[in-house]
Every structure is written in C-alpha cells, then in structure tokens.
C-alpha cells in the first residue's frame, strides 16, 4: 500500500496552534533526536536537506530549496518535500506538503518560546516582514496571544499592504524603529544579511524572538541585543555553529556559549527572570521540530480520515 500525500489544505484543516505548540513541548521528553543537515550553496540560493530521529516518535527528512530571486518572478521563494518514517518498521507512513510542516513548525515554534518568555501582559506584538512567515505568525500568535494587538513591518509596503486584506484587524507601520520601542513581543521574519533591530532600540520587558535567519551569513539583529537580553535558542545543536545571529557573537567574543540559557529540552529554564528582563530567542527550524510536526499532522489526519 502507497503512502498517502497529505495536501497543504488537508494538513491545514486539522492544525490546532495550541495543540502543535503542546506537541512541540511534549516531543522534547522524548529523547533527544538524532539530527543531520547537509546545506548547499550558490550565492543566495541555498538547499538544504534535513533529517531527523526521535526514539518513540518516528523519522523525517525534509528537502528544501530556497531562491530569493523567485519572488520577483512571482514564483514561490522556498520549495521542497517532506517525508515521514515509521518509528518501529522504518516504513514510509506520508508525504505531506512541505509548505504545510514549514508553516506550522516554524510559527509554533516561536510561539512556544514566547508562551514561556514573554510577559503574560503584552499587549501589542510587532512582526517584521510580511512573507509567508509573517502571516503564519499572524495566525499563530493570534490564537496564543489573543488580547494583544498585531502590527506589521516591512520594507515595502505593497507586501504589507496585500497581507492586511487577509488580517483585517491587523495594522501597518512605516516606522520600525518607534514601533520595535513600543512593542511588547517582536518578531523577525526577514531574510536579511544585516541586523534590522538595534539593540539600542529595545526597553525592559520585552521579548524579541528571531526567525528569519537560517545562515552563517544571515542575522536580524545586532550585538547589543544579544548582551542586553537573555538568550535562548530552540537547539543548541542546530544554532551554535550553523546561524550568524548566534555564531558571528560567538566568534567574535561578543557574547559567550554560557550566555546562552537553555534549549527547548530544558524547557523548564525558559522563564525571565524579571519583568523587566529582555528575553531573546533564536528560532534555528531544526528537523526534529519539522518531525515532530509531521507526525501531529499525520495522527490528527488519520483521525480525520
């Protein structure tokens, strides 16, 4: 018998954000995965290849490409395939859309950590850049953060404009650097290669959470930030070494690798440690996260179906 595919629709019609982001929390009691990547390049076009094996949940790989310049042609920047294993037969159980784990894993994520790190109280979340990662941040922190008011940022405002006619309770700003100050959780969900939020800009309390980095040449943010806040990434196995937003301070001298607090397997150390702390957070996208997705998204599919 063939493994079914699993459409992007079909994966989307059985995702709860908050029962992802417990099964996030849950996979990491599991022990811990055994993880490889292999990454290619040529200039800015990158492809990557991730697997992972956590004992008691299953195997995954996931392909993907990712061209910048496909979104000047009006074609999709990232592309790719997901494939989930059996834990106990080694047995292909699914293919499912790549696009479907990339939404859901990476928004879910982030807001785990926020859930954690962020002030129960925040009141207003800031998301730069408005892609493919800016609404599922959208969707996501709408649900775990149901009180706070969404603003976006990005460079050019047609894209802001086009994502507010799906999110109509969703508002734009021109001004980053006021709105990153009045911001209580603030999202990065750009593919730049220089730090768009200045460590100078941010005040007590606050929650910045970085996404969008995925390279040795990329980061989001600048050294300040990372000495001023408490840090923590989502693995350490999957950041340190791989990320510029964490290895370029490491290499550097600007910040050390005990500065960095915990990962999501000592979940239990994601707290402030004052209202007044700034708390950060690398989100590194790690296969582990992409299987345990996959397999949420495989048994509420069955369920389904």
Same mark, same amino acid.
């Given at each position: 018998?063939?493994?079914?595919?699993?459409?992007?629709?079909?994966?989307?019609a059985?995702?709860?954000?908050?029962?992802l982001?417990?099964?996030? &929390?849950?996979? *990491? &009691?599991?022990?811990?995965?055994?993880i490889g +990547?292999?990454?290619? @390049?040529? =200039?800015?076009?990158?492809f990557?290849?991730?697997?992972a094996?956590?004992?008691?949940?299953?195997?995954v790989?996931?392909s993907a490409?990712?061209?910048p310049?496909?979104?000047?042609?009006?074609? #999709?920047?990232? =592309?790719?395939? !997901?494939?989930?294993f059996c834990?106990?037969?080694? $047995?292909?159980?699914?293919?499912?859309?790549?696009?479907?784990?990339?939404?859901?894993? $990476?928004?879910?994520?982030?807001?785990?950590?926020?859930?954690?790190?962020?002030?129960?109280?925040?009141?207003?979340?800031?998301?730069?850049?408005?892609? %493919?990662?800016?609404?599922?941040?959208i969707?996501?922190?709408?649900?775990?953060?149901?009180?706070? &008011?969404?603003?976006?940022?990005?460079?050019?405002s +047609?894209s802001a404009? /086009?994502?507010?006619?799906? @999110? #109509?309770?969703?508002?734009?700003?021109?001004?980053?650097?006021?709105?990153?100050?009045k911001? +209580?959780?603030?999202?990065?969900? %750009?593919?730049?290669?220089?730090?768009?939020?200045?460590?100078?800009?941010? /005040?007590?309390?606050?929650?910045l959470?970085?996404?969008?980095? @995925?390279?040795?040449?990329? /980061?989001? $943010?600048?050294?300040?930030a990372?000495?001023?806040g408490?840090?923590y990434?989502?693995?350490?196995?999957?950041?340190?070494? *791989?990320?510029g937003?964490?290895e370029?301070?490491?290499?550097?001298?600007?910040?050390?690798?005990?500065?960095i607090i915990a990962?999501? @397997?000592?979940? +239990?150390?994601f &707290?402030?440690?004052?209202?007044?702390?700034i708390? !950060?957070?690398?989100?590194?996208?790690?296969? *582990?996260?992409?299987?345990?997705?996959?397999?949420?998204?495989?048994?509420?599919? /069955?369920?389904?179906?």
């Amino acid at each position: 018998m063939s493994a079914p595919f699993i459409s992007f629709s079909e994966a989307e019609a059985v995702i709860d954000w908050n029962e992802l982001t417990e099964a996030l &929390k849950e996979g *990491h &009691k599991f022990p811990k995965a055994k993880i490889g +990547d292999t990454f290619l @390049y040529r =200039n800015e076009d990158t492809f990557l290849v991730r697997s992972a094996w956590i004992d008691g949940i299953g195997l995954v790989t996931k392909s993907a490409t990712v061209f910048p310049q496909n979104s000047a042609k009006g074609s #999709p920047v990232i =592309n790719g395939a !997901v494939n989930l294993f059996c834990d106990k037969s080694g $047995t292909l159980e699914a293919l499912i859309d790549f696009h479907a784990i990339t939404k859901f894993k $990476t928004a879910s994520d982030s807001l785990l950590a926020a859930l954690n790190l962020a002030r129960k109280d925040a009141k207003i979340i800031l998301i730069i850049g408005a892609g %493919t990662v800016g609404k599922s941040l959208i969707e996501a922190f709408g649900v775990g953060f149901p009180d706070a &008011k969404i603003i976006v940022w990005n460079r050019t405002s +047609d894209s802001a404009e /086009r994502l507010i006619t799906k @999110y #109509p309770n969703v508002n734009i700003t021109t001004d980053l650097k006021t709105s990153v100050r009045k911001a +209580d959780i603030i999202l990065t969900a %750009t593919m730049t290669s220089e730090s768009i939020v200045k460590g100078d800009w941010l /005040r007590p309390g606050q929650h910045l959470n970085l996404i969008g980095a @995925y390279r040795l040449d990329m /980061r989001e $943010t600048d050294d300040l930030a990372l000495q001023r806040g408490q840090i923590y990434v989502d693995s350490f196995d999957t950041t340190i070494g *791989h990320i510029g937003e964490i290895e370029s301070p490491l290499k550097t001298g600007a910040i050390s690798k005990s500065d960095i607090i915990a990962d999501f @397997y000592s979940l +239990d150390r994601f &707290k402030r440690s004052t209202p007044e702390t700034i708390t !950060v957070f690398k989100n590194g996208g790690g296969a *582990h996260l992409d299987l345990i997705t996959a397999k949420y998204i495989w048994d509420r599919w /069955r369920i389904k179906n």
